[in-house]
């Protein structure tokens, strides 16, 4: 089991930047596939891009695919994710997820560790 804590949020204006950070705990970091998922408000939660455990694949929604990149430092124990040109409908809670046995899923449920999140606003 892996604890995971996101960090990097905050208040952007229309076509900044952010870099979000997700840090593990534990010595199993490197074994587990990670994502990041994101919520807008009183919307469901969707997937936003997932790197495999070696961080050779990964995979995006059609929504970010070109201004958000994901990746990872095993060394570190930490994925990132780094979103540039962002909009005004990126604004979401983004959830960091972990899970073990895949190489990259964009299937909510095949996560078995959450963070808490962090809030990530765009303003036009």
């Known amino acids: 089991q892996v604890q995971l804590v996101e960090s990097g949020g905050g208040l952007v204006q229309a076509g900044g930047s952010l870099r979000l950070s997700c840090a593990a705990s534990?010595?199993?970091?490197?074994?587990?596939?990670m994502a990041w998922f994101r919520q807008p408000p009183g919307k469901e939660r969707k997937f936003v891009a997932t790197?495999?455990?070696?961080?050779?694949?990964?995979y995006y929604s059609d929504s970010v695919k070109g201004r958000f990149t994901i990746s990872r430092d095993n060394a570190k124990n930490t994925v990132y994710l780094q979103m540039n040109s962002l909009k005004p409908e990126d604004t979401a809670v983004y959830y960091c997820?972990?899970?073990?046995?895949?190489?990259?899923?964009?299937?909510?449920?095949?996560?078995?560790?959450w963070g808490q999140g962090t809030q990530v606003t765009v303003s036009s």
């Open positions: 790197v495999s455990w070696s961080g050779d694949s990964s």
């Open positions: 997820a972990a899970g073990r046995g895949f190489s990259i899923s964009a299937s909510r449920t095949m996560y078995t560790n």
């Open positions: 534990g010595r199993t970091f490197s074994t587990y596939t």
